[in-house]
Structure formats: C-alpha cells, structure tokens
C-alpha cells in the first residue's frame, strides 16, 4: 500500500511538473521613464547596463515599440488591459494632487475623474482601472499561472490595487506614482516597506524578487510583474554608482544622477536573471523588458522627452526586449512596428488562450513574430494620444508619422529618413496628410473621443 502511494505522489510530482514546463514562466520587467536609448549598448559613453545589453543580445530586441500613451498611468493601463488609453478615458497620469486640477465626483463622493485645467481639450481623464475590465493577471489565472506583483502601480487608490486585479500578491505597491525617496523612508504617507532601514528602493524590490523565485514551490507555472519606480523622479541614484557617472560630458547636474539610476535597475536585471538560473528554471523562463515611456532628458538623436514633445520619437519610442530561451536567437534584432497593446494579446496567447475571446482589444498577439522573428504585418496604424497640451495624437503607419494639435495643425514626418523628426513634410505629401488624417478621424470614432478632435 505504501509502495502504492508513493508511486502515485511520484506521478503526480511528474505530471504537476510537465505542466508546468508546458507553460514557462513570465518575467516582465517595466521600468519607468527609461528612453530608447538610455542603454549602454545604444550609447555606451553614458550609460552602462551590461546585464541588460546582454539580455538584449540573448534575445529578440525590438527596434520599433511605442508607449499608446507615454505617460505613467495610461501606459500602465494599456500594458494591464490590452486596451487603448483612448479607450479607457485614462488620458493622462492619475493624480491627488489640486493645483491645475479639477476633480469631478460621483454620488459617493469619489473622484472618479479629473481635468487639466490648462488641457486644451478639457478631457476628463479617470483616476482608476474599473474592476470589470479584464487584466493579464486575470487571463494568466485562468490559465493556472500564479502572479506576483511588485513595484509602481499608479492605477487607482487602494480598492483598485493588483490584489484587487487578478494578481495572488503585491509588495511595494502604493497610491502614488514615485517615492520621496529611493531610500528609505521611501514612502512619507505609506507605511509600505518601512521594515527597510537601508536598501536603496530598486535594490529591496529585487530582494523581493530574488527571495520568492529561490522559494517559489508552487506546482504551476508564474508570472511576475516587476514594475519599476526608478528612473522616475526624485533622480536620486545609487550612492555608490553615482561617482561612476559624474564628469562625463552629457550627464551634468542630475543626469549623471539618472545614469546612475539607470545602473541599479541593470543590476536587478541581472539579479533576477542570475536567481533564475539557481533556481534552474532560467531556460524554462521568457523574460520581457520595456518602459512605459521615453526620459525626462532630451537624448540624442530623438527628438522629445517625458515632458517636451512627448509623442515624439524621444518620448514614445521604448526598449522592448524578449528572451525566450530555445525559442529566440542570440543577437536577433526586429525592425516591426510594434505598441505595448500588444503585450496582453501575446501573454494570452503565449500560454494557450485565444486573444479573440478578449473583447475590445486594440492590440495584437506578437507570439508569431518572436517565435519566428518575423516581420509583423499590421493592417492598420498605431496611435498615440494624450491630454496635456496642444500636441496630443500621433499616427504611425510605415515609413510615416503624423502628429495632430488641437488646434488643427499637422506634422509629417519620414521617421526612418529622419529619425530626429527635424523636417517635417506636411506641405510635400498633402496626399499622405489626407489618408492618415481619415484613419485618425475614424479611429477616433472608434474610441468615442471624437469631440476632443483636433482635425475636424
């Protein structure tokens, strides 16, 4: 009898592990405000992120990813959801904060929405993601995967947190969208993380990390979220990266403090990499690397930033990076047109589900394309939209990109000729013009924002 049931708790270690290798597990590393090429290896006499040239390298490095909307908590919306911030009435970052705002207040009191008042549009921007709407936690579940989150959320206040999202677990989560502090206290008004006297922030979420992948025991397969705060503000780096980057031409003042910033996070990276590997479950495991927007520093050659001209190459334009050990190759590169909309369709996908049981999605799965490291043939542009200031949609369909103001004005630019946007050539291509204009007037109706159009 005892030989009987210790044949029987062998095949079902067996079987609960073939699962498991059925279905790898998913790392998602999502940095905030890191720009295109704030990596060493796109530009080495600034920055030094070994650990990520060499997931780079290990992988399928993606050369032409967009944020849908370059801004905290839009891009976080659509990352989560697969959905367009457009379509979610999340236009801008979430914020409590009065100054320039207005809060508009449902019958319980809550501030369900907000406007800027300086917002030439006057879109009312909401300050969550809705419970019913469906997340990559959610769908992975279903699919027997169990989710960690860790990091920067700014997606609503506490009932709309990542427990509350389909995710098992949080740590390090709060209301807003940056520390006080990268050390501690990291937090002024949360009592999050306050066992910590030490850590520099990046460095005790990648403890987090480490501690649960040596530990996980689970039979399923996971996936975890790792949702940076740096290198957002306060530029507060590292102390004992910083003097590696102080002096060097082009990183005066506090850039040399973002650089240093930028090297904790190429730390954790490797970090999570090398727990992986000890774990042995590093070739069972796909890796995904990108930000939710461009830097707060103009780097050349792109034109714009977090703050300045964000829908430009500057500030939309992102590092994506996938590692898929036994299925990507060494040293890959792909030059397809790709958006963070994207990234819930190919997790669904990825581990067996069907995207077209998704309703409203407005990306597309890129499991194909990383499988096979083909060209992604989109049918259609892809848009970018804020609620800020005059500049405030984008439309990307080839070679060609279009920038719209609210005050009617249009931009054209050949990006891949002119990869700073310096010339643009409204006036030589009216034809081009036209025929994104009318797919942006159509999208818009598609996404119900129509009557804050600037290209009536």
Request: charged share 25%; net charge negative.
């Amino acid at each position: 009898m005892k030989r009987f049931l210790s044949a029987a708790l062998l095949l079902s270690c067996l079987c609960a592990t073939a699962v498991a290798a059925e279905k790898p597990n998913i790392v998602l590393l999502f940095v905030d405000d890191l720009g295109w090429n704030s990596l060493g290896y796109r530009n080495p006499e600034l920055f030094e992120t070994p650990n990520i040239d060499q997931l780079a390298s290990d992988g399928i490095d993606f050369q032409q990813c967009y944020v849908a909307s370059p801004t905290c908590s839009p891009s976080r919306s659509t990352l989560l959801t697969g959905k367009h911030p457009a379509r979610l009435k999340m236009v801008r970052h979430i914020t409590d904060k009065p100054k320039g705002v207005k809060f508009i207040y449902d019958d319980q009191g809550r501030a369900t929405h907000h406007l800027l008042i300086n917002d030439p549009a006057q879109f009312p921007s909401k300050n969550w993601v809705d419970l019913e709407q469906v997340t990559y936690a959610e769908a992975l579940k279903s699919h027997g995967y169990y989710n960690l989150f860790l990091g920067k959320w700014h997606l609503g206040p506490k009932e709309f947190h990542p427990i509350h999202q389909g995710f098992d677990r949080q740590i390090g989560t709060t209301d807003h969208g940056s520390p006080s502090n990268y050390y501690p206290d990291y937090f002024k008004d949360e009592d999050v993380l306050q066992e910590e006297t030490e850590a520099y922030l990046t460095d005790k979420l990648t403890d987090e990390t480490v501690e649960f992948i040596d530990g996980y025991s689970k039979d399923q397969p996971f996936m975890i979220s790792l949702w940076y705060y740096n290198v957002h503000t306060p530029n507060i780096g590292r102390k004992d990266l910083v003097p590696r980057f102080e002096g060097r031409e082009g990183l005066e003042g506090k850039r040399a403090q973002y650089a240093a910033q930028v090297g904790a996070v190429d730390e954790s990276v490797g970090r999570v990499r090398a727990a992986l590997k000890a774990k042995g479950i590093d070739q069972n495991t796909i890796i995904i690397f990108t930000s939710d927007q461009g830097s707060l520093y103009e780097w050349e050659p792109y034109r714009g930033g977090k703050r300045v001209d964000t829908l430009c190459e500057g500030g939309a334009r992102v590092p994506f990076v996938v590692s898929w050990p036994g299925v990507t190759k060494s040293g890959t590169t792909n030059d397809s047109i790709i958006q963070t909309t994207d990234v819930f369709p190919t997790l669904v996908e990825l581990v067996g589900g069907n995207p077209a049981d998704d309703e409203d999605l407005d990306g597309v799965s890129l499991l194909s394309t990383i499988r096979e490291n083909s060209e992604l043939q989109r049918d259609k542009p892809i848009y970018g939209y804020r609620a800020y200031e005059d500049l405030y949609v984008s439309v990307r369909e080839g070679d060609w990109k279009l920038l719209g103001y609210r005050s009617g004005k249009t931009s054209l630019y050949n990006v891949v000729e002119d990869r700073s946007e310096k010339h643009d050539v409204a006036a030589e291509h009216p034809e081009i013009v036209s025929q994104l204009v009318k797919k942006l007037k159509a999208w818009e109706q598609k996404m119900e924002v129509e009557q804050y159009s600037g290209v009536q």
